[in-house]
């Protein structure tokens, strides 16, 4: 376990799948956090009373990636509620799959609004909060470097953005001691990515470990970012994908 103990985290997207195990694992590491989601309240709630139960504080705002106003509001809510924010996990995203003549714009635009403009808002925001030394670790894709099947226009547009993003950041930010880290996952099992099936076999075949990841496995590598012992890491866009494609 790393030690977060006095940290306060913000987890966007943080109700299910990847981001709810980043939440829980901060705040096992001993940071108060804060999740935002879109839709599920249900879903958001349960990851806050897991939290509490394991003896953490959790809060859960709800906040559209795609809103500026919603996203800044959920920064302010964190802080207000929370004592101050030291640790921005830009996981909140979308993806829209289709071959390039079909994929509608509107689509895309959602695309672009949620994964990049909403990191974009998201980290500007937080910033301004943040002592130095604070953390920002994005959640990108490995499919911003690797298409291994048609349709990723969209996704891998806005994931290339993002690792283009965080190295600006990173020099933007690093005089003030804010490490800004890039997260590239492969496959991991989640509801929307199920590891079984056809696809999931298919993926698995391209793989130099022939597996999915667990989201712990996500959850474990922002935590060591998230830490002290992370500190001298910015600017990187790191793959966390069982050797995906090699």
Avoid: C
Avoid at 179 to 195: C, E, F, K, S, Y
Avoid at 223 to 244: K, P
């Amino acid at each position: 376990m790393t030690d977060l103990k006095r940290k306060v985290a913000l987890v966007t997207g943080g109700s299910r799948g990847i981001g709810a195990a980043i939440a829980k694992r901060l705040a096992a590491d001993g940071a108060a956090v804060a999740i935002t989601y879109t839709a599920s309240s249900e879903k958001a709630d349960a990851v806050v009373k897991a939290i509490e139960a394991d003896g953490g504080k959790a809060l859960a705002i709800q906040a559209d990636a795609a809103d500026p106003a919603q996203v800044k509001a959920a920064v302010a809510r964190t802080v207000e509620a929370l004592g101050g924010l030291d640790i921005l996990v830009n996981n909140a995203g979308v993806l829209a799959l289709g071959p390039i003549g079909e994929l509608a714009l509107e689509d895309f635009d959602r695309t672009l609004a949620v994964n990049v403009r909403g990191v974009f808002v998201a980290s500007q925001e937080a910033q301004r909060h943040m002592k130095d030394g604070g953390r920002i670790i994005n959640i990108g894709s490995v499919n911003s470097d690797i298409a291994p099947f048609p349709g990723l226009t969209a996704y891998s547009a806005s994931k290339g953005a993002v690792a283009a993003l965080t190295i600006a950041l990173a020099r933007e930010l690093g005089p003030r001691g804010i490490t800004v880290n890039n997260l590239q996952p492969g496959p991991v099992d989640t509801d929307m990515n199920p590891a079984a099936g056809d696809f999931a076999d298919t993926l698995r075949g391209i793989m130099a470990l022939g597996r999915y990841g667990h989201a712990d496995e996500i959850a474990g590598l922002v935590a060591y970012l998230a830490s002290d012992q992370g500190g001298y890491v910015t600017g990187a866009n790191l793959r966390i994908d069982g050797g995906f494609g090699l």
